[in-house]
């Protein structure tokens, strides 16, 4: 078993809200770690469609390398996944390990069972943490890293390929924050489940809050580091027209945080 009072820390997005810098945060204290990388994409490549691309080829496959061969037993062996971070938690001590995958805030809340129960027969107790940020300046970060990785057209503007994807599941269902909070809220109980905005994420209180919930002492200071972040063009702005488009595209993610979270909510306006 797991030495008592363990926790893992189950990272469920949402991407481009600042989920780099908070993994960076917590595993810059010796009570930490993430093991072998941020993120494993465990459950969504063994069960969303969509992320299929992540699923590890077989450990005997030509030039497989240990990481390959540990996400390999996780995704395809038994209980591998939670003993494999019952050893990271044991062996190093530490009090806190973590998984921060975003593409995790598409899994059911029947996935999120599988994946707390799993874990708790290892001893852990589970938290979950889901930051949000403006659906609006959510989608437009990721556009723009789409366009740097060509994923998406370089030529087009923000502006037109922000609208053109608006229905693209790989943006759309990571904005969809009220059905992953819905889904999350059905597994876990308030009290495991930290859910935060980007808008305020860096700073000291958001920083002393963070350190509340995993019960270590965060570096204070660590609002000013940035982490994986996608500058905005000199030269690109985002037209009135594309932010009603998106407003109204989300208007029920917008109406649950307001009903939910009116302190995020408050942020967005």
């Known amino acids: 078993m ?9 990272g469920v997005g949402a991407q ?6 908070i ?3 917590i595993n810059k204290h010796k009570a930490a770690s993430c093991g072998m990388q941020k993120e494993y994409h465990i459950w969504d490549a063994k069960y969303l469609d969509d992320y299929k691309r992540f699923k590890v080829q077989h450990p005997n496959s030509i030039n497989q390398n240990l990481n390959g061969f540990l996400r390999y037993h996780m995704q395809n062996t038994s209980d591998f996944y939670a003993g494999y971070f019952q050893a990271l938690a044991n062996q190093g001590d530490f009090k806190v390990v973590s998984d921060i995958t975003p593409s995790y805030c598409e899994l059911s809340s ?3 069972k599988k994946i707390k ?7 852990f107790q589970v938290k979950v943490l889901f930051s949000l940020r403006d659906p609006v300046e959510r989608i437009w970060s990721a556009v723009r890293m789409f366009k740097l990785k ?6 087009k503007s923000d502006n037109e ?3 053109e994807n608006l229905g693209n599941p790989l943006l759309s269902n990571r904005t969809r924050y009220d059905a992953t909070i819905i889904n999350l809220m059905e597994v876990f109980s308030k009290d495991d489940v930290y859910i935060c905005s980007f808008e305020k994420l860096f700073t000291s209180d958001a920083i002393a809050d963070l350190s509340d919930f995993i019960g270590i002492d965060l570096d204070q200071n660590y609002g000013t580091v940035t982490s994986n972040s996608t500058p905005k063009s000199e030269n690109e702005h985002i037209a ?3 932010v009603l488009k998106v407003k109204t595209s989300y208007i029920g993610t917008y109406d649950f945080v307001k009903s939910n979270h009116p302190d995020i909510y408050k942020l967005w306006i």
């Open 2 to 10: 797991v030495k008592k009072e363990k926790i893992f820390l189950l």
């Open 16 to 21: 481009k809200a600042g989920t780099t810098w």
């Open 23 to 25: 993994s960076n945060l």
């Open 110 to 112: 029947d996935h999120f």
């Open 117 to 123: 129960v799993d874990l708790e027969k290892y001893g």
């Open 150 to 155: 060509n994923k998406l057209d370089p030529q």
């Open 161 to 163: 390929l922000v609208i």
């Open 240 to 242: 009135e027209e594309t």
